[in-house]
């Protein structure tokens, strides 16, 4: 029967100890590289066009944005501090720390925004957007932001826009459609365009250095 010396063995721990240190090295590197990718980027879209953060979420359609912060149990109006301006949004319970506090990624309409309590647990904000046809990259500047390529417009919901907004959002649309296929955009489109015409007018000339408007 073969002996394996104490010596051998512990040889083998410490040559497995540099490869156990460079995957745990890998995987911190990967897991900053996705946090800065992140942050770059924006993160993926909750299913309500928004995100899900530790104290509330918030969803959006162009329109308007929906917030939902829970509350304890038994949550009463008078207990609330709710307070909507114009590009400030300031939410939470009386003599403690604001849940939310900061300025709003965008501007509001003030006249057009409501707010509730469900169920004794849950406040429910309705913020109606100033600019309708944007989507909104976070609830308040400085927190974490989403992707808004991958947002999605409710399809049910363009009849109830007017033409102009309809029409920006159904551009939005066909764009992120065409980034998605590695196709142009619409933009992109009318560049190739207005550079074919160019060329066919003057065809002495060199357009290859030319920037087209963005």
Excluded at 18 to 23: D, E, K, L, N, R
Excluded at 136 to 161: C, F, N, V
Excluded at 195 to 214: A, I
Aim: glycine share 6%.
């Amino acid at each position: 029967m073969a002996i394996i010396s104490e010596d051998i063995m512990q040889e083998d721990e410490v040559s497995t100890q540099p490869q156990q240190a460079a995957a745990a090295v890998k995987d911190n590197s990967t897991q900053v590289e996705k946090k800065e990718k992140e942050e770059s980027e924006g993160r993926q879209p909750n299913s309500g066009n928004g995100l899900d953060l530790e104290k509330y979420s918030w969803a959006q359609q162009l329109p308007e944005v929906n917030i939902s912060v829970p509350l304890p149990e038994g949550t009463k109006a008078r207990f609330l501090v709710c307070e909507i301006k114009k590009d400030h949004l300031k939410v939470g319970l009386k003599g403690q720390p604001p849940i939310i506090d900061g300025e709003l990624h965008k501007p509001v309409k003030v006249e057009d925004c409501f707010w509730s309590i469900e169920d004794g647990s849950l406040l429910s904000i309705l913020l109606t957007k100033r600019n309708q046809s944007d989507w909104w990259k976070s609830l308040i500047k400085g927190d974490p932001e989403i992707d808004t390529q991958r947002a999605e417009p409710e399809s049910s919901k363009l009849s109830d826009l007017d033409p102009e907004t309809r029409q920006t959002v159904e551009k939005m649309m066909f764009d992120q459609r065409q980034k998605q296929m590695g196709l142009p955009t619409s933009e992109e489109m009318q560049n190739q365009d207005m550079l074919k015409k160019l060329k066919s007018q003057y065809p002495d000339m060199d357009f290859s250095g030319m920037k087209m408007p963005s």
